[in-house]
Structure formats: structure tokens, C-alpha cells
Nanobody
Framework: QVQVVESGGGLVQPGGSLRLSCTAS????????MGWYRQAPGKERELVAS???????NYADSVKGRFTMSRDNGKNTVTLQMNSLKPEDTAVYFC?????????????WGQGTQVTVSS
């Protein structure tokens, strides 16, 4: 069982920045896909950004140009740099890792970290 731990959330004013980190208990080289999701109160969980094993990235339209996702295989960590934050970015952010083991996809979630954008 892969353990996933997020950190870096908090309270920030509109226009500010936060950097989220997600650390896995196993090498990221074994993960074929990693993503950041968020869930706001009363809303469904949505994909914010993802990065594949070849480091190609994908972003939700609502965060393009403001958020950047990266990975550091040596530290087993993926990060989400969030700039120009807006109140509508307020949500619990979750890290998701997907791994193929003996032909079966296994999905791992972190516990989530709260991001609040408010003046």
C-alpha cells in the first residue's frame, strides 16, 4: 500500500501564491500518472492538473496559466505551484497516484489539504 501525504495548504489572499507538495512512500518511477484534484463544499471532486510518466502535463481550463505541476522522482514528490489565486480556488486539494501492478491499476489518494483564498 502506497502512502501519500500532502502538505502546503493554508489561507492566502486573492492574488497570492501557495505551493502544494505530495510525497509518496514509493518511487514515482513506478507511477504512470499523478494528479491533483480539488473538492469545494457542495461540489464534486474535479481534476486540476496531472502529469504522466513522460512528464507531460494537463491542466483544467480554470487554472491554465496560473498553476504549474511538476515532479521530482528523486524525492518521490510532486508539487503544484499555484499563483494568482482566486476565491473560487478555495477547496480541499487531493493528490492522486496511479500505479500498474501485474496488469491492474491501483489508485492512491492522500488525505487532502485545505486551500482557502480570502481577503
Amino acid at each position: 500500500q502506497v502512502q501519500v501525504v500532502e502538505s502546503g495548504g493554508g489561507l492566502v489572499q486573492p492574488g497570492g501564491s501557495l505551493r502544494l507538495s505530495c510525497t509518496a512512500s514509493e518511487s514515482l518511477a513506478s507511477m504512470y500518472d499523478m494528479g491533483w484534484y480539488r473538492q469545494a463544499p457542495g461540489k464534486e471532486r474535479e481534476l486540476v492538473a496531472s502529469i504522466s510518466v513522460d512528464t507531460s502535463t494537463n491542466y483544467a481550463d480554470s487554472v491554465k496559466g496560473r498553476f504549474t505541476m511538476s515532479r521530482d522522482n528523486g524525492k518521490n514528490t510532486v508539487t503544484l505551484q499555484m499563483n494568482s489565486l482566486k476565491p473560487e480556488d478555495t477547496a480541499v486539494y487531493f493528490c492522486n497516484l496511479r500505479q500498474v501492478v501485474l496488469g491492474t491499476v491501483r489508485t492512491y489518494w492522500g488525505q487532502g489539504t485545505q486551500v482557502t483564498v480570502s481577503s
